[in-house]
């Protein structure tokens, strides 16, 4: 069994952009850094048994939403020649990376011999195609090779992994939501990759007393009578599951006026950020915040919260300058405009 989300302690910052990410996947994917031990693979794979069943096309390899816009190339034709696409229930799933990954191994790969002999396209699936509407987890993503983060992070920007060899070609959906975990001592992400990234937490160890404790005892529990803690979850759990799904619902009807759009301007131009994906995130970063809180229109709170997420991995260092100088800016700056 999978613990509970709602069990989860502390960690509400990366607990909050998993969530905000599940409301609207085009926030883009969270990158999460800091040291083992942290609950973070936990906190994924929780949130995913805790989402509700999703419709998609019965027996599809690639999990294509029968109403969706992409279609595999297999259920595009399927629906030209029988005009509908059968359905199935299915339950997101946490689909695990390994480092080493190959390109081919990644996107797939064509079986061009079978298509010349027989003229039928032959599609090996890879990993992107098990992502799709799931979770695609990346443990020391920083330790992958640069092309296969580069793939990885334009399949999530598109949506679509196309696949050509020979002339021939295979399209399928690749609409996954990109977690990746670093230690930063380990090595950094080039910038322009961490930009690529949506949202960012850093996450520690916490140092709290009773919450260790706390921690302790919910894992003792757990571990001896894991239905019976997980029972005892359930209000928690479906009171949670009824907001995510009420906030994506309400997320389309809150309102982005000028003058928010102006504030979230103000506060990337401030901090001299280059290019607009900063402003992009941090508008549907507070439009999810407001939506999850149940509010129908982006309030200070929101901007602000949201910029913390969107901003900490987006803040320039001149040489020597001091890692942290850029978070105090932005927190100072943060401060000021709730003011």
Excluded: W
């Amino acid at each position: 069994m999978i613990f509970p989300f709602t069990a989860i302690v502390g960690q509400d910052e990366m607990k909050t952009a998993l969530i905000l990410n599940v409301i609207d996947p085009a926030v883009g994917g969270l990158l999460i850094m800091g040291e083992k031990g942290t609950a973070k693979s936990t906190a994924v794979r929780a949130l995913a048994e805790l989402l509700p069943e999703t419709e998609a096309v019965k027996g599809c390899p690639f999990n294509c939403d029968p109403d969706g816009r992409v279609l595999c190339t297999d259920c595009r034709e399927r629906l030209q020649t029988e005009g509908c696409l059968d359905r199935e229930r299915r339950r997101m799933r946490v689909v695990e990376l390994p480092l080493g990954i190959t390109e081919d191994r990644l996107v797939g790969t064509l079986d061009i011999e079978h298509a010349l002999q027989k003229g039928e396209k032959r599609f090996e699936p890879g990993i992107l195609a098990d992502a799709n509407r799931n979770f695609l987890y990346v443990d020391e993503v920083n330790l992958l090779e640069d092309h296969i983060v580069d793939l990885l992070l334009d399949s999530a920007a598109m949506g679509v992994n196309t696949v050509e060899r020979e002339g021939v070609s295979f399209t399928h959906p690749a609409g996954f939501i990109l977690v990746g975990t670093m230690n930063p001592e380990e090595g950094d992400l080039r910038p322009q990759l961490l930009d690529r990234f949506g949202l960012c937490v850093q996450v520690l160890s916490i140092m709290d007393k009773s919450a260790r404790v706390e921690i302790l005892k919910r894992k003792a529990a757990f571990d001896a009578e894991p239905r019976t803690f997980v029972e005892s979850r359930r209000k928690e759990q479906a009171e949670l599951v009824e907001r995510i799904v009420a906030a994506k619902t309400r997320l389309k009807t809150v309102a982005l006026p000028d003058d928010v759009l102006e504030k979230i301007v103000g506060v990337t131009a401030a901090l001299n950020l280059d290019g607009h994906r900063a402003d992009i995130v941090m508008m549907k970063g507070a439009r999810a915040l407001a939506a999850f809180r149940g509010k129908e229109k982006i309030e200070h709170s929101d901007i602000a919260d949201a910029a913390r997420l969107a901003l900490n991995h987006r803040m320039k260092r001149l040489p020597f300058e001091e890692t942290g100088r850029g978070r105090e800016k932005l927190q100072s700056l943060l401060a000021e405009f709730s003011a």
